[in-house]
Nanobody, 115 residues
């Protein structure tokens, strides 16, 4: 599986961004997926997860109520809608299966939130 993240950018605090994760291969729809982020000098952490069928989602407390994860299995694509962004959301965002697979990490997409 190859995962390609896109949609990051520079936004002011309070703004919104929508990230996309495009997956190659036929196994996307059978895997639980997640969005992870890594801020400078910190470990990569899971911020949102979604089951294979999209029926159940979970969020880290830090993003709950502001971020929404979704997926379109027909398009092999997962999304992260990020609203009310804060400077502490600044990080490189990655998608991967949950639990993650080392070989699936992509380049990520940079999200920078200015105050």
């Amino acid at each position: 599986v190859q995962l390609v993240e896109s949609g990051g950018g520079l936004v002011q605090a309070g703004g919104s961004l929508r990230l996309s994760c495009a997956a190659s291969g036929s196994t996307f729809s059978v895997n639980a997926m997640g969005w992870f982020r890594q801020a400078p000098g910190k470990q990569r952490v899971l911020v949102a997860a979604i089951t294979s069928g999209g029926g159940t989602t979970n969020y880290a407390d830090s993003v709950k109520g502001r971020f929404t994860i979704s997926r379109d299995n027909a398009k092999n694509t997962m999304y992260l809608q990020m609203n009310s962004l804060k400077p502490e959301d600044t990080a490189v965002y990655y998608c991967n299966t949950v639990p993650w697979m080392d070989d699936y990490w992509g380049q990520g997409t940079q999200v920078t939130v200015s105050s």
